[in-house]
């Protein structure tokens, strides 16, 4: 997950721009650029599509910021402006496919976070995220890997708890299946 | 291996298009609107917005009612025209001034600060002219302080709450270290 000193550094860079401090935005872009390509990457099918929407999403970020009341919401907020410019982009570019992810919902207790890490290294992680379809491999990456709580994730991708709870389910199934498949996971 | 190691090394694994960087860059530069500082606040709020109506006042008064200029013919008209260009040369030079600042004119401190000058002004001019000082015009001024406060405090807390994240921050940079330092097998005698 972000580290807590990514947590804490961009809160108080945000202050800092609310105040007026030069260069506070364009360190605040820093640390999260890189994460947030990452979230896009997955959601998108292009690296083009992925830079065209990551740039949209921060000039948008930069217009907005003086919205955000509560600075330490800031990594959530940044991340549903980046789903949603996601999202549009994918209207846009195929209006007549359904969105993915609208599967049936069913109340599955959400598992422990680091028994997903204690298994995985960060090559099979990230190969095994590239398969997943994207509203699984978006909960993984916003759950586990950024650290958002489940309610978080579901305030993000706008979609019910129980929801957030059974793709995380249905996700972390869906690794351990895929890589088992390519031989890169033991058996757990 | 730590969850916040583990995820740094996941990203890395993503190659990050040192175009887009730039491009983000670039636009950030072009957006952004600069907030206000601490001390332009109440600098602007005070002398675009009163001091702007004073001297608007002064002019239309001088040329509508002054008797040197009531004797010029159309002296109306001259002073309209005045009046209309020193408008739009004060709205140049607020906007020159808050250049890209819609963000500062939604400010709610700037709007506080705004009135307090406003409410101060209209009474000065009561006073200047002789008229007194209504209970309408105190209770303006009470309820713009107690705003102004709330706004001074409001900053303070602001102040302080960064000033807590800074040492929080310290302490993370040292927890950092230290587990690093940990991880590396190095102990304290």
Redesign the interface.
Known sequence: MASRRALIESELLLLQHRRGRSGALEKLVEIWERPLYYYVRRLVNTEDEAKDVTQDVWLNVVRKIGAVRDPAAFPAWLYKVARTHAVSHFRETRPFEPLPGNESVADVACTNVNDLYSTLNAEELHWGLSQLSPPHSECLILHFLEGFSVEEVGNITGVPLGTVKSRIHYAKKALRDVLKKEGKCNEQ | ?S??E??D??????P??E???D???E??IH????????W?RPFLAFWCIPVGLVLLGVAIWGLTRYDAFSQIPGHKLVGLAFCFLFGCGLLVFCSMVLKKGA?RL?STSFMIYAALGFVVFWICAAMIAGRPVTSGDLAGLIVVGVCVICTRIESSE??L??RV??N??AL??LS?LVSRRDAQGIRRD
């Open positions: 291996m969850n916040s583990l995820r090394k996941v990203l890395e694994l993503e990050y298009p175009d887009l960087k491009r983000i860059r636009k950030i957006t952004k609107e600069r907030p206000l500082k601490a332009e963000l939604r602001l102040r709450r960064e994240l800074c929080e921050l993370a940079e950092e």
